[in-house]
């Protein structure tokens, strides 16, 4: 295939859009075979959570290259991420007492979202919504907080800190409080982060309830979606069709971020390089530069994705890469399945 029909190319104003030779008419149709020996899939960064000692260390943020597929696949995948693969979640709540000035509802949203560390795929989905649930298919936390004062003279005017005890509810104030023999088979369940303000209260405020956690998926509430981030982009591409030296070199250097160019020397005047056309985010600058602006050229590849994924915490985004793909692949043989039904 020509290079050109291998992108998108970026105008001042517009993108430029070449159909390739595949779309044409009489053009010989690409086979299974044919993507199976194009796609690949790079690992190309993994990032572990920044949180305190004596905590789970999982990997929090993978960044990897998809080549060889269209759109469809890779949104396919991105869609699955958010809302199809599943995950536990605090879903109804046994409010007891709330004296806070946070209202029942505002305060009980609040403790949905707080994600819990456990893995969702030793757990069943609850049958319905009437049974107290089984150890199989829920998990019980208990919150019960009330604030006092320390004894410190109200004249030292010291913060809430020190002068009241509990005067913040963190998400390390949810109690695990294992059913049949959950704490034998799991161990101690906790939420992905022990600092997550819940509440703040003066003294006299009280909170006491009973959380219930269930299995779900991000299609029907947010809070059981198992990443922060699933996104992808097209991988950036930058051409140079001729030599740029000097000055316009330093303003070329300019219009992208730190990195996309460097700038080196050859027999003894500098010469603009294309570095790490990856960090290019796409912005038209260039364009703004008469002198530039005909001899560089921005595109992007079609069928090289980069994507982000960025674990709520349940589970590494490996995992959840894989049962997405895992899930892809059951959607797809059951719709052949229909297919060959009829």
Known sequence: MPADEKVYKLKEFCVYNEAPSEACYGAKPLTVKDLIKGFKIQVTNIERLNIPDGQVLDEDVLEFDMMGVGPPIANAIRRILIAE?????????????????IPDEVLTHRIGLIPIKVDPRLFNIKATDDDEGTEEDTLQFDLKVKCTRTGASKSDFLPDSKAFNHS??????LKFVPIGNQKQMYGYIRPVKEDILIAVMKPGHEIDLRAFCYKNKGREHAKFSP????????LPELRLHDKITGDDAKTLAKCFPKGVIEI????????AKIANPRLINCSRNVFLHEELKDRVEICKVKDHYLFTVESAGALSPEELVTEAINILKEKCQSF??????L
């Open 85 to 101: 693969v599943k995950t536990m979640a605090i879903d109804k709540i046994h409010l007891f007492n709330n004296t806070t000035v």
């Open 168 to 173: 913040k509810v963190y998400s390390s104030d």
């Open 227 to 234: 990443v922060v981030i699933a996104s992808y982009k097209l």
């Open 264 to 271: 080196v020397k050859e027999n003894g005047q500098k010469v």
């Open 336 to 341: 052949l399945n229909e297919l060959k039904s």
